[in-house]
């Protein structure tokens, strides 16, 4: 059997070639890390419940006509993908104040937001994915003035999805960063939603009791994080609603 190449390891996630030019396979890793890897460890079981969710989310974005990267899953813990030439910035959408930014600016953690914020990071872990500006996005030439309104409105497309869809099963969408790639049909230039949406990437918190049950969970504590994704698994259909946690949980297909 041949060795496959791989083309990139992130902190959650493996890029090897794809069986098709133009393709990658995701593998999705059970690492957690937090304080941009300062803290680490193994969850048994957190690549595979990430993998699917991440399906789940992206099929539903495809669905509500919001392009993504996603082609389909190949088995517990792998996706095909379309390779995509990734911006070099997160994007986040925060709903109600958590994190950073009631750090920064002193917002008691879960206050409402007049409205949704998008903001940018960065991508560079030496850094610590620093926030900036749209002018510095601009100035550093990271993506033109069209791209910033087409990332921004795709980013609340999906704020707005996946809000209904988490607020449907008694889950509140905190906030949550997606990467976003560009793809290429000759001269012309679209951005489609890349890389991951799962609880790794998402803050959420129960509607009724403020329970976590995301990657806070690890970065402060707070009890098993796969427990926590296996409820978010559970609530949203993707596991049985009798499931509880499992090292290797069994996945509906």
């Known amino acids: 059997m041949a060795r496959r190449k791989k083309v990139y390891e992130g902190k959650a996630k493996i890029l090897y070639e794809g069986p098709e030019p133009g393709t990658l396979v995701q593998y999705f890793k059970d690492d957690a890390t937090a ?53 070099p910035l997160e994007v986040i959408v925060r709903n109600r104040a958590a994190g950073s ?17 998008v903001e940018f990071c960065y991508k560079d872990d030496k850094l610590g994915d620093p926030l900036v500006t749209e002018e510095h996005i601009i100035a550093f030439g990271w993506a033109s003035q069209q791209d910033l309104d087409d990332m921004v409105a795709l980013a609340l497309r999906v704020n707005d999805f996946l809000t209904g869809v988490f607020h449907a099963v008694g889950i509140r969408l905190i906030d949550f960063k997606i990467e976003i ?33 995301d990657k806070d969970v690890f970065r402060h504590d707070l009890g098993n994080l796969a427990d926590a994704y296996t409820e978010v698994a559970r609530r949203l259909g993707v596991l049985p609603r009798n499931a509880t946690q499992m090292t290797k949980p069994t996945l509906i297909n």
Request: glycine share 8%; charged share 30%.
């Open 35 to 87: 304080f941009n890897a300062e803290k680490k460890d193994v969850i048994e079981g957190k690549g595979v419940l990430n993998n699917r969710l991440s399906e789940f989310f992206m099929d539903g974005l495809a669905s509500a006509g919001v392009p993504t990267h996603f082609i389909k899953r190949i088995n517990m813990r792998e996706q095909l993908i379309r390779a995509v030439e990734i911006v």
């Open 101 to 117: 930014l009631s750090k920064r600016l002193g917002i008691e953690e879960g206050t409402p937001l007049p409205r949704p914020i």
């Open 181 to 213: 790639g560009r793809i290429y049909d000759g001269d012309f230039q679209r951005l489609i939603i890349a890389d991951e949406i799962s609880p790794d990437s998402c803050r959420l918190w129960d509607v009724k009791t403020n329970q976590k049950l």
